[in-house]
């Protein structure tokens, strides 16, 4: 069965410092993998995905993700975090048991940068 | 272009009644997919559709449904509320339906059964 992990309920940060907000994923083939960002009464937004080809996937707002095949691992990783990075982070991967755009989310980890 | 567009943002329903959300994608895109989110469970997939056709449906009993119109336009339909109903519902629409498409979301429709 595919899933998505991520470990830490909560991240917590001081501006100006680096961020890593983990997720390792169980897949059989080849995964997509994505991010994802909710800001509080909000939709999700967009980050980044990886498809295939550099295993580092730079995004929206700062953001990157290393993609670690032997480790299974997509964390995101941003060098500098901003107090307005505070939100609830997604990863997900598209589940290939069905056609179409469906994704399986990991349970989310909340991002706290402090100023 | 104006966002995915989701109506209404809040409702409140006693158990055993009924609720139609609704859902107005990106203009183009053509499929709409529906998310439940809450504190327990996260975010899960209910359905996708495309073209009017149901594509995919998550693991959720059948008083979950959905349609589409054909100006793409989704209304998700929730019948004999249970108080487990309770939950963000969310919509995302996307241009085609590849694989390594990104969603666009809606901000959600808070559904509350009392």
């Known amino acids: 069965a595919q899933s998505v992990a991520q470990p830490e309920d909560q991240v917590n940060v001081a501006e100006g410092n680096p961020l890593t907000v983990k997720c390792t994923y169980s897949?059989?083939?080849?995964?997509?993998l994505f991010w994802y960002v909710q800001y509080p009464n909000r939709g999700l937004q967009f980050l980044l995905k990886?498809?295939?080809?550099?295993?580092l996937v730079k995004g929206s707002y700062g953001f990157e993700a290393e993609f670690n095949k032997s480790q299974t691992s997509f964390h995101l990783k941003k060098p500098s975090a901003l107090v307005s990075d505070s939100a609830l982070y997604f990863c997900?991967?598209?589940?290939?048991?069905?056609?179409?755009?469906?994704?399986?989310f990991g349970k989310g980890t909340t991002l706290s940068v402090s100023s | 272009k104006a966002g995915v567009t989701q109506t209404p943002r809040y409702l409140i329903k006693t158990r055993g009644q009924q609720v139609t959300l609704s859902c107005s994608p990106i203009?183009?895109?053509?499929?709409v997919s529906w998310y439940q989110q809450t504190p327990g469970q996260g975010l899960q997939f209910l359905f996708e559709?495309?073209?009017?056709?149901?594509?995919n449906k998550g693991n959720f009993p059948g008083r979950f449904s959905g349609r589409q119109f054909s100006n793409s336009r989704s209304e998700m339909n929730v019948s004999t509320l249970e108080l487990g109903d309770s939950a963000l519902y969310l919509c995302?629409?996307?241009?085609?339906?590849?694989?390594?498409?990104?969603?666009?979301f809606g901000s959600g429709t808070q559904l509350s059964v009392l």
């Open positions: 990886y498809i295939t080809g550099d295993n």
């Open positions: 559709y495309f073209s009017e056709t149901q594509r």
């Open positions: 897949v059989s083939g080849n995964p997509y």
């Open positions: 995302a629409s996307s241009f085609e339906q590849g694989e390594n498409e990104k969603l666009f």
């Open positions: 997900a991967v598209r589940d290939i048991a069905q056609a179409g755009t469906a994704l399986i």
């Open positions: 203009s183009g895109h053509r499929s």
